[in-house]
């Protein structure tokens, strides 16, 4: 006799994996060009020239990525990334995070 298979638990939000990317409300993207000395990432080193700024929200945790202009890869942006309360705050992360990054007259 054969016992009956076991149901597979439905995933909890502790359990579930995380989604490839935010939504699309939950990740604000510009394009920049990187000033003398380019960005600097955890995964690469330093990026420059033509680059996207993408300021990603998830779980209350705000992360800026860069990728150079088109490419597939991001990259975060090191010591950019941090707790917001109020995920109304993304907007003015972003903009800081542009107007500092993003340097096209050198």
């Known amino acids: 006799m054969t016992e009956p298979a076991a149901a597979t ?6 359990t579930a994996p995380p989604p490839a990317q ?3 409300n939950d990740a604000r993207t510009t394009d920049i060009t990187a ?5 600097m990432t955890d995964e690469v080193g330093v990026v ?11 779980a209350g945790q705000v992360t800026v990525r ?3 202009k088109d490419a597939d890869e991001w ?5 950019a990334k941090a707790t ?3 995920p109304a705050d993304l ?3 972003h903009a800081v995070a542009v107007g500092i990054l993003n340097r096209p007259e050198g």
Do not use: I
């Not at 000033?35 to 960005?39: E, H, L, N, P």
């Not at 990259?75 to 010591?79: D, E, N, R, S």
């Open 84 to 86: 917001l309360k109020d």
């Open 22 to 24: 935010p939504a699309g």
């Open 48 to 58: 420059t020239g033509d680059l996207t700024l993408r300021s990603e929200l998830a």
């Open 35 to 39: 000033g003398q000395g380019g960005v």
């Open 75 to 79: 990259y975060a942006v090191t010591g």
């Open 9 to 14: 638990p439905e995933p909890t939000p502790e």
């Open 91 to 93: 907007d003015a992360v």
């Open 66 to 68: 860069v990728q150079y």
